[in-house]
């Protein structure tokens, strides 16, 4: 008979909501940022951390990548916060203010047209929907109450502008784009 293999996204499907919440980092300054390092830790029943990084694109894309894991020692997920910390200082902030940032952003990024990272199907299981609260509306999302695409070094800038066109219309949205990524 042969032994099954441990999948983590199965784990975290099945278990990521029933385990306890043992912190809430997102980046310190996100205020002053468009994107966001935002990462869940829950307690798992033995000894092990399971975890859900998420980058948020708070200005206009929302949910633009996400990592999650579990069967972590509580060693591993300090030396991986110690390595998110290595491009900026994270804080931790309330379960319900890390619900209402993560999940703002990607109604936000919604209305403009954009789905979250493909991994955060399974990951969103180690979130808590429930815990969003009235706080999510005294987020700002977009810059200056229009969404604000700044380019990334793997994004497809035609495609996205093009999308936000669609969606929001010209005139109605900002970006910063390589030159040669935008023809009107």
Not at 79 to 99: A, N, T, W
Request: hydrophobic content about 35%; some cysteine.
């Amino acid at each position: 008979m042969q032994q099954r293999k441990f999948s983590p996204e199965k784990y975290i499907r099945q278990n990521g909501r029933k385990l306890l919440i043992e912190k809430c980092l997102i980046a310190d300054q996100y205020e002053n940022q468009g994107l966001t390092v935002c990462l869940i830790v829950r307690k798992q029943s033995s000894k092990y951390f399971s975890f859900a990084n998420i980058l948020v694109d708070r200005l206009c894309l929302g949910i633009k990548n996400v990592m999650a894991n579990c069967n972590f020692t509580k060693a591993e997920i300090d030396d991986f916060i110690d390595r998110l910390q290595s491009s900026g200082e994270l804080k931790e902030v309330s379960p319900v203010y890390f619900h209402n940032l993560v999940y703002g952003a990607m109604d936000y990024a919604t209305e403009n047209g954009f789905n979250p990272h493909k991994d955060f199907d399974y990951a969103q299981y180690l979130l808590e929907p429930d815990l969003v609260d009235d706080g999510i509306d005294e987020i700002e999302f977009g810059w200056e109450g229009k969404p604000l695409y700044i380019q990334g070094p793997h994004d497809n800038g035609n495609r996205i502008l093009g999308i936000i066109n669609a969606k929001v219309g010209k005139g109605n949205y900002n970006f910063i784009v390589e030159e040669e990524a935008f023809q009107d």
